[in-house]
């Protein structure tokens, strides 16, 4: 049960960056399935990607309210920092493939997007991403 917190949480702060909006948005997901889970706290694969696909559809809905100023400065966090400057579309759908390693057409009903434009949005999103890391790798360069 802890790691199925903890997971959906982390999806969350992945797309909001900002831990207590994290906590909120993971907490409605959860309470969204809580009727789903058996008696025997067995969290399946179903109710994990269920709760994901929750947060991922509140955080759609709210993106403007969620945004946030974040000061990173520890290096730890450059690729944080570097998936938060996508569009809220884009991270939802780097977070899912990328971190998660679900597929792509699980999101075609929170998105409205059909696969092919989930494929080029996710390409376009990593190239961002990676962008962003040698624009940081060169400015704190000596």
């Known amino acids: ?18 831990k207590k909006t994290a906590c909120k948005l993971s907490a409605h997901a959860i ?14 694969e179903g109710i994990i990607k269920s709760s994901a696909l929750g947060v991922c559809a509140l955080f ?9 100023e974040n000061d990173f400065t520890d290096r730890s966090l450059e690729i944080q ?6 569009e809220p579309e884009s991270r939802i759908i780097i977070v899912w493939k990328d971190l998660l390693g679900y597929q792509l057409s699980d999101l075609i ?19 961002q991403v990676k ?4 624009v940081n790798m060169l400015q704190s360069s000596p």
Do not use: P, W
């Open 1 to 18: 049960m802890d790691e199925y917190f903890k997971k959906i949480y982390t999806i969350a702060f992945r797309l909001t960056g900002d």
């Open 81 to 86: 920092d570097a998936v938060l400057g996508l």
């Open 131 to 134: 962008k962003s890391l040698e």
């Open 31 to 44: 309470l969204e399935v809580s009727g789903e889970i058996d008696i025997n706290s067995e969290i399946s």
């Open 60 to 68: 759609l809905k709210s993106h403007n309210e969620l945004c946030s």
């Open 109 to 127: 009903q929170v998105t409205s997007k059909s696969i092919k434009e989930l494929t080029g949005e996710l390409s376009q999103a990593r190239m």
